[in-house]
């Protein structure tokens, strides 16, 4: 039963995984090209995976409970984290069902990995990009590169954007 379950979850969590990765390609895609619209499509899709995730991780989450629960081991919980909860879990099966159990977890470990790569590098990607339309903007538009705020008071972004003079006093 334990095993079942969580083989269950470790393969969704796989699945949503390499979706997330396909989709954070698209997202990079859609960044470099400059589509706007598909660019926020897929991130409306990417909030959809990561709140899918959450809800197995907190499978896996009450899956430990049990496991803690069916081996009356306090120490189980106090002491480990998630990862040492799953190897303290895969420990008591028999050999075959461990080593599907940590092939799964060592794939979706890596695709994670994986996929935490690229959204870094995306953020790279666009933070340099946001660097140089900084600078060029402060180049071509000297005047705006001090501070700039709205009628409230509020410091706002050196962003090239309309400006509407009023001309009543």
């Avoid at 090209?33 to 899709?45: G, I, Y």
Wanted: hydrophobic residues 40%; contains cysteine.
């Amino acid at each position: 039963m334990i095993y079942e379950r969580c083989r269950d979850i470790l393969l969704k969590e796989c699945e949503l995984i390499q979706n997330a990765v396909v989709i954070q390609e698209k997202i990079r895609q859609a960044a470099v090209n400059k589509e706007w619209a598909v660019f926020e499509d897929n991130l409306v899709v990417m909030n959809s995976i990561e709140s899918k995730m959450e809800n197995l991780e907190i499978e896996r989450e009450k899956l430990f409970n049990v496991f803690e629960t069916v081996l009356h081991e306090r120490s189980f919980s106090e002491n480990l984290d998630a990862k040492g909860r799953f190897y303290k879990l895969v420990a008591i099966l028999p050999e075959e069902q461990r080593n599907d159990l940590t092939a799964i977890y060592r794939s979706l470990k890596i695709e994670a990995f994986k996929l935490r790569m690229d959204n870094e590098a995306l953020m790279t990607y666009l933070a340099e990009i946001k660097a140089v339309l900084n600078d060029f903007f402060s180049l071509a538009f000297p005047e705006r590169c001090g501070k700039m705020y709205t009628k409230t008071g509020n410091h706002t972004s050196n962003e090239l954007r309309s400006m509407v003079l009023n001309r009543s006093f």
